[in-house]
């Protein structure tokens, strides 16, 4: 036998000693109030498991609202640039200026002045009208 246990059995024995030892009277109280700490130390556990269950379930249904509403508002947003998108891709002047300096064609200045008051300033408005285009970039495939 270890030493710790040698001494945990005669801690043991000591105490049965002890508890022989009392009056019946005080032996009821004894028990009784073991046993209501023992009831309370059981419904105490119950009951603060409970309540972390229940804090665990509301910050679960917390995150899932804001990821549902997060979703949502990415939805919003995927629609909004993809109609603008739509919109410069139906864009004709738009189309016929940049396929024009593709292609390499001169271009006037009343022509360029006409561009840019007409297609450059409706893709301006567009942009400033939706808070979700900060800007926008058009490119083409020329050496100019």
């Known amino acids: 036998m270890t030493p ?8 043991m024995k000591r105490m049965v000693q002890w508890f022989q030892g009392l009056k019946l009277n005080i032996k009821f109280t ?11 130390a059981v419904l105490a556990g119950i ?14 249904a917390s995150m899932e609202y804001n990821m549902e509403k997060n979703q949502g508002q990415v939805l919003k947003n995927l629609d909004a640039i993809n109609m603008s998108t ?15 300096v593709k292609t390499g064609e001169s271009i006037a200045t009343e022509e ?3 561009f840019y008051n007409r297609d450059i300033a409706s893709l301006e408005r567009m942009v400033n009208n939706n808070p979700y285009l900060y800007q926008v970039r058009v490119y083409v495939d020329s050496e100019n």
């Open 4 to 11: 710790r246990f040698v001494s945990d059995w005669n801690k």
């Open 30 to 40: 004894v028990i009784i109030i073991m046993f209501l700490m023992v009831s309370m």
């Open 47 to 60: 009951l603060f498991y409970n309540m972390e269950q229940n804090v665990i379930n509301q910050q679960k």
């Open 86 to 100: 739509q919109f410069f891709l139906n864009d004709t002047g738009l189309l016929q200026f940049l396929n024009g």
């Open 112 to 114: 360029m002045l006409d």
